[in-house]
Every structure is written in structure tokens, then in C-alpha cells.
């Protein structure tokens, strides 16, 4: 997960030659040029967005709200990463509306801060690294659990949603475990979820978001990091064994070569290969649960 470790691989990963150009790093951590970072979309649709307010709570949550300018849809939620809510994450959104989806994506951090809560993807500034873990601290169950009904809710009011189907939700980094508990939250409306390079998902703690899966009804995509199962090759397991027991189907993969934090266009180890293989899967997952 996000921590001591993915900051020392990040660091060795920048150092080496298979980091991206100085110039080209500068524009993705601008935020400038996101989207020829990424493939187009197959039989792309028109889509429209727009940052809205969410009522939740404890306050007003400030999101980015992207749908197909006609018919109603599926919606999904996307936790990002500990860097927040940023332009690559908007990207990523509008990306998934052009599939079909009605996309919210989420300032985690709201009750804080509004977006953008960090001005860099790059976790070797120590002020940066300890505000970000500062804030990640401050999330918990409850946060969770109250933020994913607001979030759902205020979904299902949106004439763009097609209340009918279900919802989905994807999360990245220390958004696996939001993923997790959003699912068990509110399992009557939650149909798929998705973690990529997912911290924490399967731990020995009594409160550990695998616990939930007995609570849930969404088909689960697991895309984890290679860094991340070196360091804990035991999660997978765990999370097989709990999705078996529970008879939910759970795609749970090793991305081979990759470095936590690897699906982000803007992460300094993104890995387009592989990121483009775990977004087909979740493309996959998506039109199989959410119809």
C-alpha cells in the first residue's frame, strides 16, 4: 500500500531508465495533455461533466460528475488514490463515461480540504508525503460507510442514472479498501467493484475490509501490484479464500512488472501496458454485473 516502501520503489523507479522524460512528467503533473496519455475509447459516446456538491453527513463533499449527454446509465463511483481528486482522475472518469457510465468521481478528502488536497504525485517531497499520510489517517469505517450511501443516493436522484441497473465502484491505492467497505455499505444498489494496487485489503485485523465480504453482493476485480504481493504475498490468498467461502465471483490478479500506483496516468510508475489490460477487465466486469 501507500507507504514507507512504495515511496523508497517509487524513488528507485525515477532513477532508472525506465522513468518518463523530465518534460513530459512536468505536463502530466500539470495536468496538461491527460488525455492523449490515454487510448481513445472504442465506439466512444458524447459525454458531459461537471463539479458538483454532494451533501453527506458531514458536510459537502466536492466531486466530478461525468455521463453520456443522452439516456440513462449505470452509475459507478471511483475512489481515487492518496493524492485525491485531480485532473487525471477526471480523466479517467470522462474515459469510463464514454463506455456508458454515469461516473462520480470523489474528493476523499472533503472534510478536510477541497480539491486538489496535493500538488504532486510525487511522494518523495517529505512535507507532501506526511500531509498525504496525515489525511489518510483521518478516513475510517464510518467515514466510509456514511460517504458511500451520500454518494449512492445522490446518484439515484440524478436523471442520468438508470436506477434499474447497478451501481459500480473502482479504487486505487487507498481507495481498495474504500471499495470494500462501499460495497458491504450498501449491498442492495453495489453490483461490481474493482481495486487496483488496493492497500490493506486483506490483513489480520479484526476490522479488515476482507471481514465484509460475507455482506456483499458485487462481483470483484483485484488487480494488484507485483511490488505490493512481494511485500505481502499472503492478501491474495486471503482474499480468494474469503471470496470462495462466500460464493461471490472475484478476479484476483498479480499485474507482473508492476510498482504500486501503477494505473494513474499522471503516477510516476504508471505502467500503460498494464494499466490498459486492467482497464479491459474492468470494462469486462462492468457489462457483465452492471446490465
Keep these: 500500500?501507500?507507504?514507507?516502501?512504495?515511496?523508497?520503489?517509487?524513488?528507485?523507479?525515477?532513477?532508472?531508465?525506465?522513468?518518463?522524460?523530465?518534460?513530459?512528467?512536468?505536463k502530466i503533473s500539470a495536468g496538461a495533455g491527460l488525455a492523449i496519455m490515454l487510448p481513445p475509447v472504442a465506439n466512444a459516446q458524447e459525454i458531459t461533466s461537471s463539479h458538483?456538491?454532494?451533501?453527506?453527513?458531514?458536510?459537502?463533499?466536492?466531486?466530478?460528475?461525468?455521463?453520456?449527454?443522452?439516456?440513462?446509465?449505470?452509475?459507478?463511483?471511483i475512489w481515487p488514490d492518496i493524492f485525491g481528486l485531480r485532473p487525471a482522475f477526471e480523466t479517467m472518469g470522462d474515459r469510463l463515461a464514454q463506455s456508458g457510465y454515469a461516473v462520480l468521481v470523489v474528493n476523499p478528502f472533503y472534510r478536510l480540504q477541497p480539491a486538489p488536497t496535493s500538488n504532486s504525485t510525487d511522494l518523495s517531497d517529505p512535507e507532501n508525503r506526511n500531509k498525504l499520510f496525515g489525511m489518510m489517517s483521518t478516513l475510517t469505517?464510518?467515514?466510509?460507510?456514511?460517504?458511500?450511501?451520500?454518494?449512492?443516493?445522490?446518484?439515484?436522484?440524478?436523471?442520468?442514472?438508470?436506477?434499474?441497473?447497478g451501481v459500480g465502484t473502482t479504487g486505487y491505492c487507498m481507495g481498495g479498501p474504500l471499495v470494500m467497505r462501499s460495497v458491504a455499505a450498501v449491498p442492495h444498489r453495489f453490483r461490481a467493484g474493482a481495486t487496483f494496487h488496493g492497500g490493506?485489503?486483506?490483513?489480520?485485523?479484526?476490522?479488515?475490509?476482507?471481514?465484509?465480504?460475507?455482506?456483499?453482493?458485487?462481483?470483484?476485480?483485484?488487480?494488484?501490484?507485483?511490488?505490493?504481493?512481494?511485500?505481502?504475498?499472503?492478501?491474495?490468498?486471503?482474499?480468494?479464500?474469503?471470496?470462495?467461502?462466500?460464493?461471490?465471483?472475484?478476479?484476483?490478479?498479480?499485474?507482473?512488472?508492476?510498482?504500486?500506483?501503477?494505473?494513474?496516468?499522471?503516477?510516476?510508475?504508471?505502467?500503460?501496458?498494464?494499466?490498459?489490460?486492467?482497464?479491459?477487465?474492468?470494462?469486462a466486469l462492468f457489462d457483465n454485473a452492471l446490465a
Aim: aromatic share 8%.
Design 1 to 26: 500500500m501507500c507507504d514507507e516502501r512504495t515511496y523508497q520503489d517509487n524513488l528507485e523507479f525515477k532513477n532508472n531508465e525506465r522513468q518518463v522524460s523530465r518534460r513530459q512528467f512536468n
Design 52 to 77: 458538483v456538491e454532494v451533501t453527506t453527513p458531514d458536510g459537502i463533499a466536492d466531486c466530478y460528475y461525468t455521463h453520456p449527454v443522452s439516456g440513462s446509465h449505470a452509475a459507478v463511483i
Design 141 to 165: 469505517a464510518d467515514t466510509n460507510t456514511q460517504d458511500a450511501e451520500a454518494f449512492v443516493t445522490w446518484l439515484d436522484a440524478q436523471k442520468e442514472v438508470d436506477t434499474s441497473r
Design 200 to 283: 490493506g485489503l486483506a490483513t489480520d485485523d479484526d476490522s479488515s475490509p476482507h471481514l465484509l465480504i460475507p455482506e456483499t453482493n458485487a462481483s470483484m476485480l483485484h488487480a494488484i501490484a507485483a511490488n505490493d504481493d512481494e511485500s505481502n504475498p499472503v492478501a491474495k490468498d486471503m482474499l480468494r479464500e474469503a471470496y470462495g467461502a462466500a460464493d461471490i465471483s472475484a478476479e484476483i490478479e498479480v499485474y507482473e512488472g508492476t510498482l504500486h500506483g501503477w494505473c494513474p496516468p499522471d503516477s510516476t510508475v504508471y505502467h500503460e501496458e498494464q494499466a490498459e489490460r486492467a482497464w479491459s477487465r474492468l470494462l
